[in-house]
């Protein structure tokens, strides 16, 4: 990983540090296998230099992007909490830059309203798309509300801990949306469509009972094998202190986000 | 047709005895890795499904003493009381860290997951049926009960089902491992039920051969 220049920013959470070694050891990154150490031990073989991201769909000026091209973007430090839909969270110091200014280089037409994402499919690089067992259909997707790409707080990272990001943790680039829930942050991006229909998203296909296209942190609702009221905070207490805490709504950003959804159930759309 | 060199008869209970130890070394190791700081990542939630696998394990191995007797001739009955405990005690030390280490005592919330998710609830009832099996699992209690002991003992069937069930439906994803148990289970539970006439069919071949032999020798 090589150091990255980034500049500090409002965004920064004031709780303790999830330690690296945690931020990069425990991971959920199918593509590499479906165990939390799985990622760290078998993405030696990624190669996450030389990458393109493909920028199209409806956009004035569709095009590819390369890597060099995203890490001269002014890049800023992002500490934000990051909750997994199974009940465990971390605080993480995220390196990127908003996936606005992306956006604005392509130029959406008014017609968009919704932006997708596409995971990379190397299956001689990521043991877990390949073989006889494979836990989701390739590649990863996932989608947000073309206003909740645009949020402030959303960003496309490529670094972490002020380094360029491991691969496990979804290098060369990958998205961060700190109000949802982390299968939301999709990693390897490859490809960011805008559409004017609701994208697909994995994790909803494979299970929609359980997963939704919004996937906010909500503590009031409830995945339907266990609660959501608390969490976990990996790296923290140990085996006998108190790690366990209560989920903010909306993970703690409920001022800066709840406006996005005030005319919607969200029991209904979790 | 021994596949293994017998015992002797003065190791029996030793060994029983060194069965009981060394099934509680992974709680044992596991508890101290976590203790000190040791377990990687999500330190209680590594204990605790570390505890329930080896729940399962002692699980299927409990149901493999009769076909391991019917197949391959190998007596390890004296075992299969140990074995059926120490699934116990691991059931027990997982809805114990659960309960104590993960839910730090949230009565409500634990008393909610019981009664709303149904993995918790399936595994909530292995653990209630597995504990009229360890009350009984003494000597007198199977001299007192007689056929009924085998009856009640029978439940294990159940607990072994409900236990590769509450696996497969707490992962996101049914992997091969969780595939695995529900294989073995299926497997075991299936044999009890073709045991009967493979039993009867062993036992006429064997006799069958013997008169067979017996009408040679009378004819030589």
Known sequence: ?????????????????????????????????????????????????????????????????????????????RTYRMRCVEAWSMVIPWVGFPLASLLDKVEPLGSAKYVAFETVVRPEEMPGQSGYFQPLPWPYREGLRLDEAR???TILSVGLYGKTLPNQNGAPIRLVVPWKYGFKGIKSIVRISLTDTPPPCTWNLAA??????????????????????????????????????????FNGYADDVAGLYSDMDLRVNF | ????????????????????????????????????????????????????????????????????????????????????LLAFYYVLMHFTAYMVLDQMLRIPAIVADIARRPFITIGMAALVML?????????????????????????????????????????????????????????????RAVRTPFLRWKRQRTAGARSHTATQKAAG
């Open chain 1, 1 to 77: 990983a090589a150091e990255l220049k980034a500049s500090g920013s409002r965004y920064k959470v004031e709780e303790t540090l999830t330690p690296e070694k945690d931020v990069t050891t425990y991971n959920n990154f199918y593509e590499f296998g479906t165990g939390k150490g799985d990622p760290a031990a078998n993405s030696g073989g990624f190669k996450p230099a030389p990458w393109r991201v493909k920028v199209d769909g409806l956009v004035g000026k569709p095009r590819e992007f390369g890597l060099e091209e995203l890490l001269a973007l002014p890049l800023e430090e």
């Open chain 2, 131 to 191: 504990i009229p099996l360890a009350l009984t699992s003494n000597n007198w209690s199977i001299r007192k009960l007689g056929q009924r002991w085998n009856k009640l003992h029978r439940l294990a069937y159940v607990i072994a089902a409900a236990g590769a069930l509450h696996f497969a439906m707490a992962v996101k994803v049914v992997g091969p491992e969780q595939m695995l148990y529900i294989v073995l289970v299926t497997l075991l539970l299936a044999w």
């Open chain 2, 1 to 84: 047709m021994a596949l293994v060199p017998a015992l002797p008869k003065r190791f029996h209970g030793p060994s029983v005895w060194a069965l009981y130890a060394l099934g509680l070394i992974p709680a044992a190791w596991a508890f101290y890795l976590g203790a000190t700081g040791r377990l990687p990542g999500n330190a209680v939630k590594e204990f605790e499904h570390l505890l329930g696998l080896w729940a399962l394990r002692f699980l299927v191995a409990t149901l493999t003493i009769t076909p391991l007797r019917d197949l391959f001739g190998l007596n390890w009955l004296r075992y299969r009381r140990a074995l059926g």
């Open chain 1, 208 to 249: 929609p009972d359980e997963y939704g296209f919004y996937a906010n942190v909500n503590p009031a609702v409830d995945h339907p094998r266990w609660s959501q009221a608390t969490e976990n905070r990996i790296g923290e207490g140990g085996f006998f202190g108190s790690n366990r805490r209560d989920t903010l709504a």
């Open chain 1, 151 to 153: 949020h402030p707080l």
